[in-house]
């Protein structure tokens, strides 16, 4: 199906999804450059951490405007656009849901009127606490009349900008403050006013975020490769609980939490691009060394050594290094057809997961595999890849993954699959072999895997490994992606229960909406130009999700066939149901 404006936004099948991972945010302030252009291609740069929406908003001193859309980076935005968001600051945001359903009322960046003018924020990761400062938020003024969260916004992002934007402080700048210590979980933060551009991390710095110099101002983003594309040189990380304003009188700093450094080890792992360097380590040669690693933890002889594109690239260089076979491709992956709108037959239905990867049977025929993975989450992917490998001819396929088993669920901004789906929570190595289908299956310890990072132990979150989390987690009842929904129950009459209004709709004619705000519009109403539509045939927006493989293969998920849904069961234990976890395996808090 094609979008009313012409773009396409859709995948191959109904309700496939992209890489369901974090969010990136950039922020750039920088009078007399174009800060939406600066914005956009930061943006780009930031793509692989969110598929499912983009947005920017910019200042000229007098009033902010935003425009932002379901799709990619490239479909949200084009030139016309783009000389519309004039002025000297900016921040933009990629999306990835991880508290609210995906759909158009929840693209970022959020907009809020305060006392002194208007708010942008956008926000990677995820707070831990939002049911809290929710009812705390109802409690002390009711469910709010105007902004975001009036308009059915259901993110943690929407929450922060009304608290933000109800404060009784005489700046942005003291509310942020007051604010800042009281957010639970993951947060880098980008936001603005009128004047000033704004960045603040959470005190166990989770996700990465980095401030770069331009000649003629600066830059905040969620990695420094976006630095790179812009054209900024990198100054330094923002410290775990620092909070940096900069405006015409420079940049100042200051510290809102003692920082207590937990930084995802999953960043290293997968989610952030391999020419990022986060803490002085460059994620391609960590990448590199756990290939290095597990070739020594798990040694196998085979003729050749092959990646699962892309992410498993640099650790099967690594694995050949250090194992003195052969490194090759063996797959080959189609970047395109995830953009098609044309409807597959059934015939081509039927070839799955061919639709998107194609092995080089002249490469694998024969052949004696090591197939390198980043990681296994649900294990359908794997199972798909190994089947075809097999139809390929090889004579042996050995898998080797460069992250321990994933036994637990992220709450700081990683969708994955909840507890019952991960398909190592409840079955050991040799299990998970049998269900994939494997000769042989063999994960990096989680030694190995930090030591690549070169980070200390005590200041990285394993969780998803070990079920260690850096920060307290609350009752099972106030977490989740749709923590606001379960909260607001239709058809209560207590102002406490109030029901969010239905999500609002975008313009069928156009691909976004632009909100413009003036420093005048202290009553909290937001303009919007034009009445909003979403199509409801728009496979595109998804109200909901169900996890996934957090590997840029993620998007294999909805072509597979059914075989590769249902696990080869001789010799395995039954794969976990969606039951609930039994009361002894409840995460462990820090």
Known sequence: MIRPDGQLSHDLLPGEKGPQDACGVFGVWAPGEDVAKLAYYGLYAL?????????????????????????????????????????????????????????????????????????????????????????????????PSSGEMAQGNTTDTALVTALLAEHPHGSLEE???????????????????????????????????????????????????????????????????????????????????????????????????????????????????????????HTVDADLVMPTPESGTPAAIGYAEESGIPFGNGLVKNAYVGRTFIQPSDTIRQLGIRLKLNPLKSVVAGKRLVVIDDSIVRGNTQRALIRMLREAGA???????????????????????SRAELIANGLGVEEIRASLGADSLGYISEDGMIDATRQERAELCTACFSGTYPTRLPDADKLGKNVF??????????????????????????????????????????????????????????????????????????????????????????????????????????
């Open 47 to 143: 793509q692989h951490r969110g598929q499912e929406s983009a947005g920017i908003a910019a200042s000229d001193g007098e009033r902010i405007a935003v425009y932002k859309d379901m799709g990619l980076v490239s479909q949200v935005f084009d030139e016309t656009t783009l000389n519309t968001l004039t002025g000297h600051l900016a921040v933009g945001h990629c999306r990835y849901s991880t508290t609210g359903g995906s759909h158009w009322a929840n693209a970022q960046p959020t907009l809020g009127a305060t006392p002194h003018g208007t708010v942008a924020l956008a926000h990677n990761g995820n707070l831990t606490n939002s049911a809290q400062l929710y009812d705390q938020l109802i409690d002390k003024s009711g469910f």
């Open 395 to 417: 004579a042996e396929i050995h898998v080797r993954i460069s992250s321990p088993p994933i036994k637990w669920p992220c709450f700081y901004g990683i969708d994955f699959a």
């Open 175 to 297: 509310a942020a403050m007051h604010l800042l210590p009281q957010l639970v979980g993951s947060f880098c933060l980008a936001f603005m006013d009128e004047h000033t551009l704004y960045a603040a991390r959470d005190p166990q710095g989770i996700r990465p975020l980095v401030l770069g110099r331009l000649d003629r101002g600066w830059v905040v983003a969620s990695e420094t490769a976006a630095l790179d594309i812009v054209g900024a040189s990198l100054v330094r990380e923002i410290e775990p609980g620092e909070f940096i304003a900069i405006d015409e009188h420079g940049l100042r700093t200051q510290r809102f939490a003692e920082t207590r450094r937990a930084a995802c080890v999953f960043e290293y792992v997968y989610l952030a691009r391999p020419d990022t360097t986060i803490n002085g380590r460059s994620v391609y040669e960590s990448r590199v060394e756990m290939g290095r690693r597990l070739a020594r933890e």
């Open 485 to 590: 929904e379960s909260r607001r129950p239709a058809g209560s009459s207590t102002q406490r229960d109030q029901a969010a209004p239905a999500v609002p709709r975008r313009p069928e004619h156009a691909s976004a909406v632009s909100i413009e705000t003036h420093p005048s519009a202290t009553d909290g109403r937001v303009r919007a130009a034009g009445s909003a539509c979403i199509s409801d045939e728009d496979s595109g927006i998804q109200d909901s999700s169900v996890g996934c493989d957090p590997g840029p293969d993620s998007d294999l998920e909805d072509v597979l066939l059914p075989e590769d849904r249902v696990p080869a069961r001789s010799g395995a234990a039954p794969v976990p149901t969606a039951e609930p976890a039994p009361q002894n395996e409840t995460p462990k808090d820090a």
